[in-house]
């Protein structure tokens, strides 16, 4: 039986082809095709948000079918309330991003639209998939159309950028890979009966049988493989790079999408299935996220690039979500959550303005830029509302989300005080880079946006302020009862 | 069961005949093995033995990999070999060599081992050499020629040892004397052990004895690489299987760890030296080393822990993605050498505006031999890493990430490529015609690694009943 979700899954990757192929004749066909695609996946999207039974802690619309039985693999779908708030995001974001790349992509559109099929297909999957190798499989596929986005139709550095994060990203999966295959050997003995298994719900009941050294080795190695992806601070100087090299509307599926993948990951394969591990663990990872939270904030604040600084926002950002996570706390993880889904949305749409900017005026210097209020109005307008989101003022998702995470943090250790740091940095590289933008006395004539980009700049804004100014619908009825009862779980097992 | 051995063999009169005819001959008679190949697997799946022949599944399994291997090179050199003067004979001993591998596959007796061997053996020398006025074609048939010789000579020499230590060259009695033996004759076994590795070791290009590889598939016809690379190879592991698996298995010497030590520098060596090259095929010969570092790691697993042999049937399972893969990007290498160099790298540049089939096929196979899902070696390799996990050694877990920081590193030199075919500017936009024959083993190729990545499961029970034969043909 197919279900919504696997259409919605594979609804995209099965459109590539034809949008390939009719797309290399006629650029407007592919155009049209993909952002087409990606609206009728947003549509399945909302009728997925309609079905779901909201309040349930458990995994819904799933779906499940043999794949190749002889080696423990199933394909095995299914959302729950972590997952639900990622799903949407990717949607959404695919299709703002899709229609954003009407103006800014400008050759060789059948290629580019073809791989921007198959990346939401890996996207969507990822998010949706409960089985570890479906999980893995999902994962690279969203690898490889990024690692062509950013060598084709990026910057000037786009070679150096696209062969790093390739490297950087895949040599994490790989150690992820390990830790999954030993998952699956470890909890595949006679001692486990049922014989071995990547399914995720067969492994979170085995999992805490599992001796601590084993927990430890498989914590550890997926940690690495999702802490390149999040990126936590050694580990991320892909991320400026590709971020910086991609096409604004690539930048907008790296920040807003790519990046929440290592959160999720995170959160679903590292917190939620090895309570004993997390137990020893926690304080290193969440004085990492803390670390990258800093980190990130201050490197921000020299960078000269608008969109450098936009890139390091999201170090800066993502900080929290690990922070959230590793305090296996309610607040912490469902701040955690909450933080993915507003961080994208305002990263995003910051991403897709900057490209907006460059086209406009040619140049992504800061310095350069001043006086932007006279040629752009509007577009300013909306850079200090997305700049507002993302430095977390209060009315915004974002403030909601951070609010929670350091509160997770102190409720574990008055020490994670040190956190508010974080959003006093980012503040400070915000209005000093709005200071420098937007406040100085206008110049130039007026080269205003088009009124369909400057919609769906706007199309970002409306969630960040709904869920901002109510959060319940998202926060109280989805993410808290699945958060409640896995946090609970995993706390009965000794995680705390 | 004498019809799978004797169809190439029949049709090799043919060779001397009217040359238009003798490819296709060649590409009928190896059509009609495989055929009768795949209806022996369905038909009678209960091993067969006669003589020193035992036709089994694993038999039937690598010899449908080995005729898939020599089908793809015969397609594809008859367009490279167009020009050439000589096709008759190329043909014959492309076909004679085949038939050596087959016998290797099937031999339960060292003594028919070794007649396989040579057979495979020896007429690929003549093919190395193909090319005879070429100075490069020649220099690097001798290298091969006198380390292959070596490696012959060192593979009698441990057959007569473990002949001295058992009386026997049947393996299943090897492997029973073996079981029981005492303390005197153990020296003898070690040496026979490690006498064996090298022999065999030479062929399947493990490191230290790896050098004659990239000269071998730089100087040899382009086709000729993909015979060598994706058919010598895998067939000298065939016979390594059946030997340490059958044979060895029952002595009591530890040759799990030295194949797991073997194996990680085997991939190290590979994959750095891979990153180094300048030139594609050279690039494809130590990409192969790498890939040969992952099979031994399926002897470097003991096979008794689980009901099903997890790491044996992954190491077959990555013969035959490794075979299809090698093949593949040796034949995209022949359609690049008909205009351009595929010594140097630089002329890969731009190559996806030029050549966009080839380019696009080439990303696909380098893919798969990096292991990226939905491509067919990624499953293979996860079995294989698997089966390391599950080793009773307390290495296996360290072997397997080490394999796994190799797979990840190797995306170095495959993405390099691809960066250079669809990133680089090219030196000249001419497109490059990309010939039909090149392109349908290509697309058939292609199709194929999707096709096995996508639903792996028929072929992974194909594999589990190849491993669980070999492990039933011990008789024990």
Redesign the interface.
């Known amino acids: 039986m197919i279900g919504l979700l696997s259409i919605a899954i594979f609804l995209p990757a099965v459109l590539a082809a034809p949008t390939f192929l009719l797309g290399r004749k006629n650029p407007k066909m592919a155009k049209i095709l993909g952002v087409g695609t990606t609206a009728i996946v947003f549509a399945i999207s909302i009728l997925i948000l309609v079905v779901f039974q909201y309040g349930q802690a458990g995994f819904q619309l799933s779906e499940s079918l043999?794949?190749?039985?002889?080696?423990g693999?199933n394909y095995k779908v299914g959302i729950d309330g972590i997952s639900l708030p990622l799903l949407m995001i990717a949607t959404f974001l695919s299709l703002l991003s899709a229609a954003g790349s009407w103006d800014q992509i400008t050759f060789r559109h059948a290629e580019y639209y073809a791989l921007f099929l198959i990346f939401e297909t890996g996207i969507i999957g990822v998010f949706t998939s409960l089985n570890l190798?479906l999980f893995?499989?999902f994962w690279?596929?969203v690898?490889?159309p990024m690692?062509?986005f950013i060598?084709?139709w990026g910057g000037p550095r786009?070679?150096y950028a696209?062969?790093k994060f390739?490297?950087f990203t895949?040599?994490?999966?790989?150690?992820m890979?390990?830790g999954f295959?030993?998952l699956?050997?470890?909890t595949?003995t006679s001692a486990y009966p049922g014989g071995p298994s990547f399914d995720y719900d067969v492994l979170a009941a085995r999992i805490p049988n599992l001796a601590l050294p084993l927990q430890l080795?498989v914590a550890i190695?997926t940690f690495a493989g999702f802490a390149v992806k999040l990126p936590i601070f050694p580990l991320h100087t892909w991320l400026p790079d590709a971020h910086v090299e991609a096409p604004a509307p690539v930048s907008v599926l790296l920040a807003g999408l790519l990046l929440k993948m290592g959160g999720y990951g995170l959160i679903r394969y590292n917190l939620l299935l090895f309570p004993k591990a997390v137990s020893v663990l926690w304080p290193y990872f969440t004085t990492i996220g803390l670390i990258t939270m800093i980190y990130g904030a201050s490197v921000a604040l020299v960078a000269r690039d608008i969109k450098r600084m936009i890139a390091l926002t999201s170090v800066n950002h993502m900080g929290y979500v690990l922070l959230g996570a590793f305090t296996a706390t309610v607040a912490g993880v469902s701040g955690a959550v909450f933080q993915m889904f507003s961080h994208g949305l305002a990263v995003g749409m910051l991403f897709l303005m900057s490209g907006y900017i460059h086209e406009r005026t040619g140049t992504r210097n800061i310095d350069e830029l001043k006086g932007l209020r006279g040629k752009m109005p509007q577009t300013v307008s909306l850079l200090f509302l997305a700049s507002m989101a993302a430095m977390a003022v209060p009315g915004f998702a974002n403030f909601i989300s951070e609010y929670l995470v350091i509160q997770g943090a102190l409720s574990v250790s008055y020490l994670f005080a040190i956190a508010i740091v974080a959003p006093a940095l980012t503040v400070g590289y915000f209005l000093w880079m709005l200071r420098r933008v937007a406040m100085t006395p206008p110049e130039g004539p007026k080269n205003e946006l088009h009124l369909h980009s400057i919609l769906i700049l706007v199309a970002f804004l409306v969630p960040l302020l709904i869920f901002g100014v109510y959060p319940p619908p998202i926060l109280g009825s989805v993410i808290a009862p699945t958060v409640e009862k896995w946090v609970g779980t995993i706390v009965g097992l000794g995680a705390r | 069961m004498f019809g799978l051995l004797a169809t190439p063999a029949g049709f090799l009169h043919f060779r001397k005949s009217k040359l238009g005819l003798a490819p296709f001959v060649c590409i009928l008679g190896l059509a009609i093995a495989l055929v009768s190949t795949i209806w022996l697997g369905f038909t009678s799946p209960s091993p067969v033995s006669f003589g020193g022949f035992q036709v089994d599944l694993f038999t039937l399994f690598f010899s449908g990999v080995l005729l898939i291997v020599a089908i793809f090179v015969t397609i594809a050199s008859l367009q490279y070999m167009r020009e050439d003067p000589n096709k008759g004979p190329f043909f014959g001993l492309l076909l004679l060599s085949t038939l050596g591998m087959i016998v290797l596959a099937a031999s339960m007796d060292l003594i028919l081992l070794y007649v396989g061997w040579e057979l495979m053996s020896i007429p690929t020398y003549a093919l190395t050499a193909f090319r005879k006025k070429d100075p490069n074609s020649n220099e690097a048939a001798m290298k091969f020629f006198v380390l292959s010789a070596l490696s012959s000579a060192l593979i009698v020499y441990a057959i007569s040892l473990i002949f001295g230590v058992t009386g026997s060259t049947g393996l299943t009695a090897i492997a029973s004397t073996l079981s029981t033996a005492g303390p005197d004759v153990r020296p003898f076994g070690v040496l026979a052990i490690v006498l064996f590795i090298v022999g065999f070791g030479v062929k399947m290009a493990v490191v230290p004895f790896h050098m004659w590889i990239p000269d071998a598939f730089e100087g040899a016809p382009v086709t000729i690489g993909a015979f060598l690379a994706a058919g010598a190879k895998m067939a000298a592991f065939a016979a390594a299987f059946r030997v340490f698996i059958v044979g060895i298995s029952a002595f009591n010497v530890d040759f799990y760890s030295t194949f797991a030590i073997v194996a990680v520098v085997t991939m190290s060596v590979g994959n750095v030296a891979a990153l180094m090259q300048k030139s594609f095929t050279r690039l494809l010969a130590y990409s192969s080393i790498a890939q040969a570092g992952y099979i031994l790691m399926a002897l470097a697993t003991p096979f008794t822990t689980t009901n099903v042999p997890l790491g044996l049937a992954g190491g077959l399972f990555h013969v035959l993605n490794y075979a299809i893969l090698k093949t593949a990007a040796f034949v995209a290498a022949a359609a690049v050498a008909t205009k351009l160099s595929v010594t140097d790298l630089n002329s890969f540049n731009g190559l996806s505006r030029r050549m966009p089939q080839t380019s696009l096929s080439i990303a696909v196979i380098f893919l798969g031999l990096a292991g990226v899902p939905p491509l067919n070696g990624f499953f293979s390799k996860v079995m294989l890493f698997t089966g390391s996990i599950y080793s009773p050694y307390s290495w296996g877990g360290y072997l397997a990430l080490a394999a796994l920081i190799n797979s990840g590193f190797s995306m170095s030199y495959y993405g390099w490529v691809i960066k250079r075919m669809y990133f680089d500017e090219p030196g000249d936009e001419s497109s490059i015609p990309e010939p039909r024959i090149y392109m349908a083993v290509l697309w058939v190729a292609t199709i194929l690694i999707f096709a096995i990545g996508l639903y792996p499961d028929p072929w992974i029970r194909l594999v589990q009943s190849a491993a669980a034969a070999l492990v039933g043909s011990r008789g024990l």
């Open positions: 043999p794949w190749a039985g002889s080696f693999l190798i893995y499989l690279e596929i690898l490889i690692f062509f060598g084709i786009r070679k696209s062969l390739l490297i895949y040599s994490g999966s790989a150690v890979l390990f295959l030993a699956y050997a470890w595949g080795a190695t």
